[in-house]
């Protein structure tokens, strides 16, 4: 084999398989969440409770004007929604929105603070008002069906809720059609405080 | 695309017939390569020296479905190509070993949504998109039997190419091990196993 055959035979692997200058970007199209955009009632679906046997449906009402929210969970002694035992209302104010951001999950998220305005418990029939006053539930004895009650800062059964002017954190997940969010899921809170994960049901508007 | 189809083909058969008619030897086969099938056509100009040109198409769906997230895409691949090779038939264990360059014309993309299967929303997409003008250099192994058959294989390496990535994030945002899996399918080597006759 002549020299400058290998020559050209290792110039030839030489610049075999340079392959391709790689550029590349990225472009975030996500929404970018202001009050604006949550402004409204978003509705989760009916949900099955823990208890399996009763129901749930959780709704959130942003007022962008006011930067305040109230999030209303509504259990019903039946599976599908209906014939409501008592209202869960969760109100805070001061929302301030934080910027984008994303969970470890890479799930494009942002996080917001508020201020907790009060927690109320509405019980919609005598007898659980009753029951409520019987047992001296969170502590107290003024239950009244269709009359809400404050439990801020109080303990009922395990719960130990947030006290009026606490520090309220969360996170909001709006899709690119804005056309559902997700909150944060707030068992799982991560060292800053906000919650870590993102809870998978949505609620729509 | 048109106008590369005819380049490709005037490279073929029209330029060999009036500037290099002395051997008077054309080839013309089929071939499977990683960058897709193909159909290749040859002269050959001297006992060393061979011009070809080839069309390699390729189409790839691109589907996966998770459990709340799926891919839906597609990568397309065209390729027109121009070579030159050369024969180094003095090596005394084997004949028909060759290196050759050339010329590609690709039009490469690829498309992919990434869709949220409960809503239909859009979570992210992906497209890549390659440089369409490219040198390729390869090295291989021709052999034509008396009866006209033909075989080669070839490994090509791509030269001066360029690839660019657009990730859009929508719901979810590409972390770095997604996108180098993703940036380290250039596609710079093609491996390309021929069949043809010789006429």
């Keep these: ?58 709704a959130i009402n942003f007022s962008g004007s006011s930067d305040n929210a109230t999030k209303t969970t509504t259990f019903y002694t039946g599976t599908i929604c209906y014939n409501t035992n008592y209202i869960l209302r969760e109100k805070i104010n001061n929302i301030t929105i934080g910027s984008k951001t994303a969970t470890a999950a890479n799930l494009i998220i942002t996080k917001y603070t508020a201020v907790t305005l009060d927690i109320t418990i509405e019980p919609k029939s005598t007898a659980l008002a ?18 809400e009650t404050s439990i801020a800062g109080k303990t009922c059964s395990s719960t130990t809720y947030s006290s009026v002017n606490d520090g309220f954190r969360d996170l909001v997940q709006m899709n690119s059609e804005r056309t559902y969010i997700r909150t944060g899921n ?7 405080g906000y919650p870590s994960t993102v809870y998978y049901n949505k609620y729509f508007k | 695309m048109k106008i590369q189809l005819y380049l490709v083909l005037i490279f073929l058969f029209v330029l060999p017939s009036f500037s290099f008619a002395k051997y008077n030897t054309f080839e013309g086969g089929v071939f499977t390569s990683s960058w897709g099938i193909g159909l290749q056509g040859s002269y050959l100009y001297s006992n060393e020296i061979l011009f070809g040109g080839d069309i390699i198409s390729a189409t790839r769906s691109i589907k996966s479905s998770g459990t709340y997230v799926s891919v839906d895409g597609e990568i397309t691949v065209k390729t027109y190509e121009g070579f030159a090779r050369y024969y180094f038939r003095d090596i005394e264990y084997t004949d028909g070993f060759f290196g050759q360059g050339g010329f590609a014309i690709r039009s490469w993309k690829m498309n992919a949504d990434y869709v949220e299967n409960s809503t239909a929303s859009k979570v992210g997409s992906i497209k890549m998109e390659w440089s369409p003008y490219v040198l390729v250099t390869g090295l291989g192994w021709h052999k034509i039997w008396d009866n006209g058959v033909s075989f080669s294989s070839s490994m090509n390496g791509v030269w001066g190419g360029k690839m660019n990535v657009d990730y859009e994030e929508n719901l979810y945002q590409f972390d770095s091990n997604t996108k180098t899996e993703l940036e380290e399918l250039d596609y710079p080597l093609n491996f390309v196993i021929y069949l043809g006759y010789s006429f």
């Design chain 1, 1 to 58: 084999m002549k020299s400058y055959h290998i020559i050209i035979v290792l110039i030839m692997l030489i610049i075999s398989g340079c392959g391709n200058e790689v550029s590349t970007s990225t472009k975030d199209e996500s929404a970018t969440i202001t009050m604006a955009y949550l402004d409204g009632t978003w509705t989760r679906e009916c949900e099955l409770t823990d208890k399996s046997s009763t129901s749930a449906k959780v």
């Design chain 1, 130 to 147: 009753t029951s409520l006053n019987d047992a001296s539930f969170c502590g107290l004895t003024s239950w009244s069906s269709g009359s």
């Design chain 1, 186 to 192: 707030t068992s799982e809170l991560g060292s800053d």
